[in-house]
């Protein structure tokens, strides 16, 4: 997935409100506790501002760490939430004359650019108090509009 595809998805939803940072790596993230564990997208609690994506994420995962950043939504929630919504990105996806007719008449538009240095590029695995893949690189997008 790259920014294009989530702006499209995040414009078709008005439930959804959409994070202002969006961090996209170039490798997994891998948790060692409680288990081994493969991140597809990560959502600190803390910052509900901010989604990690991973390489492994797609469509449904970027819906259910927008669920827990805008909604507080637990686990269970923003799961069962995310496969809802999918419903509509799914009808929407076969029909893709409705999709842009709907999102020209009374679509959101959300917009990302990408950041180059601003104070949460620089500190971002300090802010977050995890740690990145060995040999990461993240991309960060703001939200313009």
């Known amino acids: ?39 597809r997208g990560l959502q600190p609690s803390w910052r509900p501002d901010i989604i990690i994506l991973t390489p492994l994420a797609d469509e449904e995962t970027v819906l259910h ?3 827990h950043a805008s909604w507080g939504l637990g686990e269970l929630g923003a799961t069962y939430g995310a496969k809802i919504l999918m419903i509509k990105h799914r009808i929407l996806e076969r029909f893709p004359l409705l999709r842009e007719l709907r999102l020209r008449i009374g679509g959101k538009r959300v917009e990302y650019r990408l950041c180059h240095g ?3 590029c620089r500190d971002i695995w300090h802010t977050l108090l995890i740690h990145p893949p060995p040999g990461a690189r993240p991309r960060h997008y703001v939200r313009v509009r």
Do not use: N, Q
């Open 1 to 39: 997935m790259d920014i294009h595809d989530i702006e499209r998805l995040l414009s078709e939803y008005y439930v959804i409100l959409p994070p202002d940072h969006i961090l996209i790596l170039d490798k997994p993230v891998v948790g060692l506790k409680p288990a081994f564990v493969v991140y």
């Open 65 to 67: 760490e927008c669920l």
């Open 118 to 120: 601003c104070p949460l």
